[in-house]
């Protein structure tokens, strides 16, 4: 898919969440979404991002946000995450990366020196209607909830 900007539709989503429901994203219509895409479950940024987002849920929720995170974490990993940490939101296992590739998240990284390809730490926020109203490409693990809620 060719990279996504603010103003487009949002790619659909069907997938499978942390207790093997079905997902899918036009449930949420006439809500807001911040659709979050993160590497590995139990990680230390991703553990960080994952707890900011947690610890300002209810003003999340207060403003109208609902939360989904994304990650290629099979649903057995995810729950084991959601239960060490207490976290109130879905996370969808995109073991496939059909998500990861339609939103543009998986690409090349570097680390230490090395350039690998893997999954892009980004976030969208999806309007009421299913549009992009912003794209966070520089997450800050430990202030991400400051950089949705501007």
Same mark, same amino acid.
């Given at each position: 898919?060719?990279?996504?900007?603010?103003?487009?539709?949002?790619?659909?989503?069907?997938?499978?969440?942390?207790? @093997?429901? +079905?997902?899918?994203?036009?449930?949420?219509?006439?809500? /807001?979404?911040? !659709?979050? &895409?993160?590497?590995?479950? =139990?990680?230390?940024?991703?553990?960080?991002?994952?707890?900011?987002?947690?610890?300002?849920?209810?003003?999340?929720?207060?403003?109208?946000?609902?939360?989904?995170?994304?990650? @290629?974490? +099979?649903?057995?990993?995810?729950?084991?995450?959601?239960? /060490?940490?207490? !976290?109130? &939101?879905?996370?969808?296992? =995109?073991?496939?990366?059909?998500?990861?590739?339609?939103?543009?998240?998986?690409?090349?990284?570097?680390?230490?020196?090395?350039?690998?390809?893997?999954?892009?730490?980004?976030?969208?926020?999806?309007?009421?209607?299913?549009?992009?109203?912003?794209?966070?490409?520089?997450?800050?693990?430990?202030?991400?909830?400051?950089?949705?809620?501007?």
């Amino acid at each position: 898919m060719s990279k996504l900007n603010i103003g487009d539709k949002a790619p659909d989503i069907y997938s499978t969440d942390q207790d @093997a429901n +079905s997902f899918d994203l036009s449930t949420f219509k006439g809500k /807001k979404v911040v !659709l979050f &895409f993160y590497p590995k479950d =139990d990680t230390p940024g991703c553990t960080k991002e994952a707890c900011n987002l947690r610890d300002n849920y209810a003003r999340f929720q207060s403003e109208g946000y609902e939360i989904v995170g994304v990650s @290629a974490d +099979s649903t057995e990993k995810h729950q084991k995450f959601i239960t /060490k940490y207490d !976290l109130p &939101f879905t996370l969808l296992a =995109d073991v496939d990366k059909k998500i990861i590739n339609d939103y543009g998240a998986w690409g090349l990284k570097k680390f230490m020196g090395k350039e690998y390809e893997g999954i892009i730490r980004m976030t969208y926020v999806i309007d009421e209607d299913g549009n992009i109203e912003d794209i966070i490409d520089k997450v800050k693990t430990k202030e991400h909830t400051s950089q949705i809620l501007k």
